[in-house]
């Protein structure tokens, strides 16, 4: 079986996940449950990076030592994404000890073999970004993101000679062009090669929180928070002895999902690492775009959060959630996310079009057929290649590449012909001139498109796929349900249905 290795960036934990954080894990938990579904072996990687200055800043004002802190955080993360119906099959925390051994073995192997020195830093350094910054990043000695000073670091520590590795990253990228995603971060990238790549310190001095640096190289040292961050990718695994068969199963990475804010650590500092200490680079970073509320990104540090758990209370379930979300942002691009646009696009989609195809078509077959599926015809398998036919590649396609969006777009080519379907054939005249025969054939051609949409529904709205496989009496488990159902209507697994139940109620516009 072909497998596939998905990983999201793993959090900060001094502040909870706020809408932002939560599009990408929807993102990525949307790639993985479609590759469940296609039929691949997929392991799906989420966690917490917990070794930086701010969590052991923020622990320390709460009176807690950074391992409570994080634990608890960790903990709350995983509340979060379980009520999101995010379906990882690990989550990692830095703090693990499994990791650390990873992390001081990694560093180990690339000292090893000469691509990590000593040296004296001299410069600045943003706490907010975790990130060493040149005079010419800075607006008014300020950190641009942040709008915070950055500090002033003189200290002795320990530089990976990222320099070394500008030919290799070049010519890498430029002979995988699926490694860098989408296009636009890959110019950029390369951009960045073409001015010259700099060593970068990957040590600090005097902070103890942190992983230290194995004993035999220095004491006194940890290890750079983005350089044991990265690692995680690999340690979750079983990377340097942990579970060697499973980290030989899974890796390389099939697709690392990050903010494109962070391309530059994925696309060159990472691999760069995996390079110097001999171990095969990821297959592809796909760099999404941000969720902006009216033009301002929705983040931590600059307030204006959106808190994902009240939003999907408010449309009454994640799962709403999650289809909003990717159908209104396309998943390579920045996107604006308001409320009323929102609710539109829910009563108009998921309780109009889907929900009342949904409902209309099964009560029809309670008052019609009292509830049992008409056999499959010729007559029934034209109509229906006339509303679906297609889709399925359309779909398919698009969720290769990660156009969460435009595979909604081709799933609900579908939904929109059936309902026009129905009012071309008006089934209640077909039944009223008893016309039987006629009436079989529209309503099993609308059936099976509720189980087309039961199946392509699964990686957005996994909950309401199960119910709608539910009132469709099909299986409900949807990790036993494949794309090849979506492929082959017509075939016997019908037992009937049962009257529907509402799956998207209409929700009322909020007063402005
Ligand atoms: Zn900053």
Redesign the pocket.
């Known amino acids: 079986m072909k497998t596939f290795y998905v990983t999201t960036a793993i959090d900060y934990v001094n502040a909870r996940p706020h809408l932002g954080t939560a599009y990408e894990k929807i993102g990525a938990d949307c790639l993985a449950r479609y590759k469940r579904l296609a039929g691949f072996d997929t392991y799906f990687l989420m966690g917490t990076d917990e070794h930086s200055t701010n969590v052991e800043k923020e622990a320390h004002r709460l009176g807690k030592t950074p391992e409570v802190y994080c634990k608890e955080m960790a903990r709350e993360f995983e509340e979060v994404w379980a009520k999101l119906n995010i379906s990882y099959d690990q989550f990692i925390r830095t703090d693990d000890p499994q990791h650390k051994t990873a992390v001081q073995n990694l560093f180990r192997t690339v000292y090893n073999n000469g691509y990590i020195y000593q040296g004296t830093y001299e410069g600045y350094y943003?706490v907010?970004?975790e990130?060493f910054k040149l005079e010419k990043d800075l607006v008014d000695g300020l950190?641009p993101?942040?709008k915070?000073k950055a500090t002033w670091l003189e200290e002795k520590n320990y530089f990976f000679a990222l320099s070394k590795f500008s030919g290799r990253l070049k010519k890498h990228i430029e002979e995988n062009r699926e490694f860098i995603q989408p296009e636009t971060r890959r110019n950029e990238i390369l951009g960045v090669i073409e001015r010259g790549l700099e060593d970068v310190s990957v040590s600090r001095k005097g902070v103890q929180w942190g992983v230290p640096l194995p004993s035999e190289i220095a004491e006194g040292h940890v290890v750079y928070v983005w350089f044991d961050a990265l690692i995680n990718y690999i340690s979750a695994l079983g990377y340097s002895g942990a579970d060697d068969a499973r980290f030989r199963k899974y890796w390389p990475a099939d697709c690392h999902v990050i903010g494109k804010d962070i391309t530059r650590f994925h696309c060159l500092i990472w691999p760069a690492m995996l390079m110097a200490a001999d171990v095969p680079v990821a297959r592809s970073v796909f760099g999404h775009g941000f969720v902006y509320s009216r033009g301002t990104k929705m983040s931590k540090t600059i307030g204006n959060i959106m808190d994902p758990i009240e939003l999907a209370e408010f449309l009454g379930s994640a799962d709403s959630l999650r289809y909003l979300l990717l159908r209104e942002i396309a998943f390579d691009r920045d996107g604006d996310f308001t409320i009323e646009q929102t609710v539109t696009r829910y009563n108009a989609e998921l309780a109009n079009e889907l929900g009342n195809l949904f409902s209309r078509t099964l009560s029809m077959l309670q008052r019609y057929r009292d509830g049992s599926v008409p056999t499959w015809t010729r007559e029934a398998a034209i109509d229906y290649d006339e509303i679906a036919g297609g889709v399925v590649d359309e779909y398919v396609n698009a969720m290769d590449q990660l156009s969460f969006d435009q595979a909604i777009v081709a799933w609900w080519k579908a939904v929109q012909s059936a309902n026009r379907y129905i009012e071309q054939k008006k089934p209640w005249e077909l039944s009223r001139a008893g016309d039987a025969r006629a009436l079989d054939d529209v309503l099993r051609a609308l059936l099976e498109v509720l189980r087309l949409s039961s199946v392509l529904s699964i990686p957005f709205t996994p909950v309401k796929a199960e119910a709608m496989r539910r009132q469709l009496r099909l299986e409900p488990d949807i990790s036993k349900v494949t794309l090849e159902e979506a492929r082959s209507p017509g075939d016997d697994a019908w037992k009937g249905v049962d009257s529907p139940d509402p799956l998207f109620p209409k929700i009322e516009t909020p007063a402005k």
Request: aromatic share 0%.
């Open positions: 943003c907010s970004c990130e950190c993101r942040h915070e």
